[in-house]
């Protein structure tokens, strides 16, 4: 008789990391190679994400209220999924709305928005591994510049480091699910299938907790 596959590769993956890290492209690699759903964020078709770019203070909260709700809208749809029969992946974590909130809202948008943040996290699925991909700031720039989209020109230096520290700071304290640390900095899962072959295998060992992957350089 055929043994089943890993819990991880039939239930819920979020993949998450700072902008240009390259979440997207692994979620797709993964969903591919498990035979799994694959979910997307809809980053690109915020209308107010060019906008907050060139004028934060004035778009942050308009952006971030976008973002949260069409997230609730599309993964309030995996608690009515079977999440065992066949897995999900993700390239975002719900609970990552939260980092960016922090970081540009004013305080009394930031007050407001976690009242409609509680309404809406009590509703939804929590992974069964989050993926937490990283790289450093240097990386994350020739990423980005790699990727040539026109509103992410003016993302500076600095707010790439803000964005980065951000996210350590949240996943040091991340305890809702079991967590998979990656540096990705000097490796590519999408190019080198030995990579993210790699990646799988840590995956299908990941345990409670957190643990940390630095994958040889293939």
């Known amino acids: ?14 993949v998450e ?4 890290v390259g979440k997207t492209s692994l ?3 993964l969903a591919r190679e498990l035979g ?18 060139q004028d934060p203070d004035k778009y942050a909260f308009p952006a971030q209220l976008y973002f949260l709700l ?17 897995a999900t992946v993700a390239d975002y974590l719900f609970a990552k709305d939260k980092i960016f909130a922090a970081m540009n809202l004013a305080p009394d948008e930031l007050k407001l928005y976690d009242n409609v943040y509680k309404l809406l996290d009590a509703q939804m699925a929590k992974p069964h591994l989050v993926v937490y991909v990283r790289a ?10 790699k990727r040539n989209r026109d509103f992410e020109r003016h993302i500076s230096f600095d707010y790439l480091e803000r964005v980065s520290s951000a996210y350590r700071d949240f996943f040091f304290y991340y305890d809702e699910a079991p967590l998979l640390v990656v540096d990705t900095t000097e490796i ?16 299908d060992r990941a345990g409670p907790g957190t643990q940390y992957f630095v994958p040889r350089k293939s």
Not at 1 to 14: D, E, H, K, L, V
Not at 70 to 86: A, M, P, S
Request: hydrophobic share 35%; glycine share 4%.
């Open 1 to 14: 008789m055929p043994q089943s596959p890993p819990m991880r590769r039939r239930g819920y993956i979020a």
């Open 17 to 20: 990391g700072p902008i240009g």
């Open 27 to 29: 979620a797709q690699a």
């Open 36 to 53: 799994a759903r694959l979910m997307l964020e809809d980053a690109d078709n915020n209308p107010f994400l060019p906008r907050f770019y």
């Open 70 to 86: 069409t997230r609730h809208n599309q993964q309030r749809e995996l608690k009515q999924q079977d999440l065992f029969t066949q």
């Open 136 to 145: 450093t700031i240097e990386v994350l720039a020739e990423r980005l510049r």
């Open 188 to 203: 590519d899962f999408v190019a080198n299938p030995e990579d993210l072959g790699q990646l799988i295998r840590e995956i």
